[in-house]
């Protein structure tokens, strides 16, 4: 398995403290199956500040001590980018990692209240400079829980999303645990992953939440969101399904009984 986004690196945003639970950590990675996974930091989130240089010898780092410990895990670099206004000032001055320094898939972090209003803005033009957003975990946005257009029109647009592993597993709540069914089932998700940060309530556990995804939705959809990592980790395309709109219940009941 591969995991796009986590936080492993040591005591540089909120996740591990020092490199033994950095260690544990990885052990705990591999003995689920996960071969590969990227390591994305917070950046101008308001609290933690990790430029593209300073990650990319972070991951130098880990790799080297990982092979020294014979521990069978890759680490790639990446960053979880918060969206801001000035995004494309701070692309200019290559501060920004794109996941596996690839320049073409790029995770962004949106505020857990709200979507700004330049959202959609910053999409098209990260679009059209050939860099493919990634929201993370869409499904633990309130805007979004409320409004799901909101999020049907960014995917429309062309952004990638990626759903995190303990909100399939219900850690974030229940509403967070059914909003993620029903973006899956509109296919308005593109990736799972852990966004693990620690060995506890944060930790790796992508198996299990593909377990229920391929009880709920079946193998099919499994095989997509697994088969989706393998691609943007190797610089493939990615795996499409038409976006549905999510109807509310009240439209829905209209619809289904004025229908000529």
């Not at 986004?5 to 996960?34: K, T, W, Y």
């Not at 990634?134 to 952004?159: C, K, S, T, W, Y």
Request: glycine content about 4%.
């Amino acid at each position: 398995m591969i995991d796009i986004h986590c936080h492993i690196l040591p005591s540089i945003d909120d996740g591990p403290r020092d490199f033994a639970s950095v260690i544990e950590m990885a052990n705990q990675a591999v003995a689920i199956g996960v071969t590969d996974l990227f390591a994305t930091p917070h950046h101008l989130n308001g609290r933690y500040e990790n430029t593209k240089q300073e990650i990319l010898e972070g991951v130098r780092v880990l790799n080297q001590i990982l092979q020294n410990e014979s521990i069978p895990l890759n680490v790639h670099g990446g960053q979880e980018l918060r969206l801001h206004r000035e995004i494309f000032q701070s692309l200019n001055e290559n501060e920004i990692l794109t996941l596996d320094n690839q320049g073409k898939y790029l995770l962004l972090e949106l505020p857990t209240q709200e979507v700004p209003s330049y959202t959609l803005d910053i999409v098209y033009e990260l679009l059209l400079k050939g860099i493919i957003p990634i929201i993370a975990h869409p499904e633990r946005n309130a805007m979004f829980q409320e409004d799901p257009e909101l999020l049907f029109e960014l995917v429309q647009e062309g952004a990638l999303t990626q759903l995190t592993s303990s909100s399939i597993l219900g850690h974030f709540g229940k509403k967070a645990k059914s909003f993620s069914f029903k973006i899956i089932e509109h296919h308005l998700v593109h990736f799972v992953a852990t966004d693990a940060h620690n060995l506890d309530s944060r930790n790796f556990n992508l198996h299990k939440a593909y377990e229920i995804i391929k009880t709920k939705f079946g193998i099919k959809t499994n095989f997509y969101f697994i088969e989706n990592a393998k691609q943007l980790m190797n610089g493939k395309k990615i795996l499409i399904e038409e976006p549905a709109r999510i109807r509310s219940r009240i439209l829905s009941f209209f619809e289904s009984t004025f229908r000529y």
